[in-house]
């Protein structure tokens, strides 16, 4: 059981660039999220999925895009990279609405 | 607005007891979460109160009053490898976690 897994753990963007952080999991979990986390802040949620082909917007959705094609994938899309994007980002799945998250490693970001 | 409140930063001993609180402020509650994360790696979930009192898993627990606003982790028998964030979060009425920015405890021999 490989849990969550994202890739690439880490990336150096240039301005404008697009690129697509990937997510998957193996648990059967119906709930994914991605958030960022920046230095100081708490965990901010971009987009959520409850299940496949459902996609929702979540807090800080500007600049992102999501797609829920199976149960195990989630892909995060930047497109036009900015500074601003700059940050750690986690995938995330639960079973339903827990609160119990599980997590990937991480994908840290670097816009130049 | 919503929005949860815990200090940025603690030191304790090794071998001591740490009370880390939160205040939350949320839409609606739908339970309060405690996560670790050591520095570098990702949140994994200690903790859920949903309900008034103390749950206690090990050396830690977890305290809540809904009426108050407030919970707070206590660790005991502090080991060095407790080192790390502690993240409170509140869910809220959609379900949402609502995330604070996280207690860094640096825990000295």
């Known amino acids: 059981n490989a849990g969550v897994t994202q890739t690439p753990k880490f990336r150096i963007l240039k301005i404008g660039q697009s690129m697509t952080l990937q997510c998957t999991q193996d648990?059967?979990?119906?709930?994914m999220y991605w958030y960022r986390q920046d230095p100081g802040m708490g965990l901010k949620l971009i987009y959520y999925s409850v299940g496949a082909g459902i996609t929702d917007k979540g807090e800080v959705p500007n600049g992102y895009n999501v797609s829920r094609s199976t149960t195990e994938d989630f892909p995060l899309r930047l497109e036009l990279a900015a500074p601003s994007q700059t940050s750690v980002y986690f995938c995330?799945?639960?079973?339903?609405?827990?609160?119990?998250?599980?997590f990937g490693e991480g994908s840290r970001l670097t816009v130049l | 607005g919503q929005n949860i409140d815990q200090p940025t930063e603690m030191t304790a001993t090794e071998g001591a007891i740490v009370q880390i609180n939160c205040t939350y402020q949320?839409?609606?509650?739908?339970?309060l979460f405690w996560y670790q994360q050591h520095a570098g790696e990702a949140p994994t979930f200690l903790s859920y109160n949903v309900l008034d009192g103390l749950e206690e898993k090990g050396r830690f627990s977890s305290f809540l009053s809904r009426s108050k606003g407030y919970s707070y982790l206590l660790l005991k028998e502090l080991q060095m490898k407790d080192s790390a964030s502690y993240l409170c979060?509140?869910?809220?009425?959609?379900?949402?976690?609502?995330w604070g920015a996280g207690t860094k405890l640096i825990i000295k021999p």
């Open positions: 949320t839409s609606g509650f739908n339970g």
């Open positions: 979060a509140s869910m809220d009425s959609n379900y949402q976690l609502i």
């Open positions: 648990m059967n979990h119906n709930y």
């Open positions: 995330a799945s639960s079973p339903g609405e827990t609160g119990e998250l599980f």
